[in-house]
């Protein structure tokens, strides 16, 4: 059996998957703080078209 971990407080879920009702969370509790990371905008996926995001090293090299 895999060991699992919840994402946000290392908790260990011994069992399967199907025990937890809030997967990949151990409880709701992780589930809404997760929630509240997205929402406020500390999860962020960069934009590389963005005119903020310094060039790479390799753009200069053409």
Do not use: H
């Not at 199907?18 to 934009?47: H, M």
């Amino acid at each position: 059996m895999n060991k699992v971990q919840c994402p946000i407080c290392d908790a260990a879920m011994p069992g399967n998957w199907q025990e937890y009702p809030d997967y990949p969370f151990c409880t709701a509790r992780c589930r809404k703080i997760d929630l509240g990371r997205w929402l406020d905008g500390k999860y962020r996926v960069p934009d590389p078209t963005s005119p903020n995001v310094p060039a790479s090293p390799q753009d200069d090299a053409d």
